[in-house]
């Protein structure tokens, strides 16, 4: 489910991003030395941009290794010979090479979570309300429940220059409401979540990108079926699901299902039957604990003793 949402994260992004308004033409205004240049719009920073708009450090640099990692591969090299002439990580060049499109690298290295995110809407409407002082917003948010520094606040800041003292003018219009993209777990959230417990507001997010990407549209209603199947325990209904899965373009759900074919009769049986592996998964991991209390200071004979005579 992650990776097929974040493979279309950019769906997701043109579904819940309203268009630009297209301003009206206006007649040309000369600017003369008495007048300040105009200051440049707060844009809150969607991952791909900053809080400029211009593009981050990390999309450059992401997208101009997968690009020499993917030509590299077209030409017929290894991912050993890849690592060696590029100087990257075995990891990062083989990262590189699975990846089915850019989009999919790009999500994972620009949602990232950080304690700043559940603060940014305070921050965007307080800086356009002409809040501009940062120690101020740091004490506001440190009030919400921030456990961050001063800095933080500072660095995210930084790129916006500081603006000049505004001129006595009539109070400027509300700010409009910031609409933050959700982060691609918070949608895979959504969709593994049955629907009749899924709050209104999440909902109709979700039915919105639903609407924006076919894709997702097809994931969203595989996941609900598999649930109903598992729910009901009809394992006579699996065969066609599998199939189904198959003939979409999905090939995250495409290698669930081969994983499917290889071990059908122990799905099937998780299906029909009312057994798992609990009992035994506890029974390991309580012989994990004891191991690790043991470690270097007993030997095997403490710890079979241990382990047959605990409750």
């Not at 400029?52 to 030509?71: C, D, K, M």
């Not at 999919?104 to 409407?125: F, G, I, S």
């Not at 639903?210 to 996941?223: A, I, K, M, W, Y």
Request: glycine share 4%; aromatic share 6%.
């Amino acid at each position: 489910m992650e990776k097929t949402v974040g493979a279309h994260h950019a769906c997701i992004r043109a579904a819940l991003t309203p268009p630009p308004d297209i301003p009206e033409p206006t007649t040309t205004t000369l600017v003369t030395a008495e007048s300040p240049e105009p200051e440049p719009d707060f844009v809150p920073p969607d991952g791909m941009l900053d809080v400029l708009g211009r593009p981050r450090r990390l999309v450059a640099r992401t997208t101009e290794r997968y690009e020499a990692v993917q030509q590299r591969l077209a030409e017929g090299k290894s991912l050993a010979a890849i690592r060696r002439e590029l100087r990257l990580d075995h990891s990062t060049v083989r990262r590189f090479a699975r990846a089915q499109s850019l989009e999919e690298l790009l999500v994972k290295a620009t949602n990232r979570t950080l304690k700043l995110d559940p603060y940014k809407p305070h921050l965007h409407q307080r800086w356009r309300e002409g809040c501009h002082d940062v120690p101020r917003l740091h004490r506001e948010i440190q009030e919400q429940g921030f456990t961050g520094d001063v800095q933080s606040v500072r660095r995210y800041f930084r790129p916006f220059k500081k603006p000049r003292s505004p001129r006595p003018k009539s109070p400027p219009a509300p700010p409009p409401p910031v609409r933050t993209v959700p982060k691609p777990r918070r949608v895979v959230r959504w969709i593994m979540t049955a629907p009749d417990r899924l709050p209104e507001a999440d909902a109709a997010e979700l039915k919105e990108i639903r609407t924006g990407c076919p894709h997702l549209d097809l994931t969203v209603r595989h996941v609900r079926d598999f649930a109903a199947m598992m729910r009901n325990q009809n394992a006579e209904a699996l065969p066609a699901w599998m199939d189904q899965v198959k003939a979409d373009d999905l090939p995250a759900l495409h290698s669930l299902v081969n994983g499917f074919h290889r071990d059908l009769d122990a799905v099937t049986a998780a299906f029909a039957t009312p057994w798992s592996s609990g009992q035994v998964e506890g029974h390991v991991t309580r012989a994990k604990l004891l191991k690790r209390m043991g470690f270097g200071r007993a030997r095997l004979p403490l710890l079979r003793k241990r382990i047959l005579h605990s409750p």
